[in-house]
């Protein structure tokens, strides 16, 4: 097992630190879970999706952490608390602030939208699975996210969540110059991140994106 399970105060987590021999300073991936993830156990966390991979994989070429929620709490709420955890683990970890990558499953990725229109100088990219972006972000907040390249996942036969809701975005960050793409399995339902996260594109995606410089942190 590559993964820790590190209490805090504030968020208990799930910790990889990056691999010996990888290059640093190294990218942060920050994941946010689901609802159904939500309590006082890291061990569901575990269970699928990037965690799951993250733990089953030999070490990787990025820092990993993923914060759990106690039942009941939406990440928009603790978004003071996620940015606190970012600005830890850049203190204390060979991680390059310029290449974090901030992704979310679900509830997360509603998280993971607020979070990266709220502090757009802080994230090199943005993967959404089967989520949409809160209706509460303004114009303004999504035009905020054009400098930071957004990976969108979401699944055909997912009845959870609108194509065309999604699609709308899409068409809106495009519209303001975003650089956003947008995948649509087309038999997957609202559960497809085992398969979003092993892809090995995607992976490789995570390592590859940095802040362009012109964004002020």
């Known amino acids: 097992m590559s993964i820790q399970q590190i209490s805090n105060n504030s968020l208990p987590y799930l910790f990889s630190p990056v691999a010996e021999d990888a290059n640093k300073p190294a990218p942060l991936v920050l994941f946010l879970h689901g609802a159904r993830d939500r309590g006082n156990d890291l061990n569901i966390l575990l269970k699928w999706g990037l965690p799951r ?10 820092v990993f952490a993923a914060p759990q929620l106690p039942e009941g709490q939406t990440w ?25 990558i901030i992704s979310g499953f679900s509830l997360g990725t509603a998280g993971a939208w607020h979070i990266a229109a709220s502090n757009p100088g802080r994230f090199a990219g943005l ?32 009845e959870k969540l609108s194509i065309e809701d999604t699609e709308q975005i899409v068409t809106t960050l495009r519209q303001v110059k975003g650089q956003v793409d947008f995948t649509l399995l087309p038999d997957g339902d609202h559960f497809i991140a ?24």
């Open 53 to 62: 991979f993250v733990d089953e994989s030999s070490p990787l070429p990025y």
């Open 76 to 100: 928009v709420e603790r978004e003071s608390d996620v940015i606190a955890l970012l600005d830890n683990l850049i203190a204390s970890q060979p991680i390059d602030p310029s290449r974090v």
């Open 127 to 158: 993967v959404a699975v089967s989520g949409r972006a809160p209706k509460t972000l303004e114009p303004t907040q999504l035009a905020a996210l054009q400098e930071i390249p957004i990976q969108i996942f979401q699944g055909g036969k997912d």
């Open 194 to 217: 085992d398969e979003v996260y092993s892809n090995p594109q995607l992976q490789q995606w995570l390592i590859s994106q940095s802040r362009r410089s012109s964004v002020a942190v």
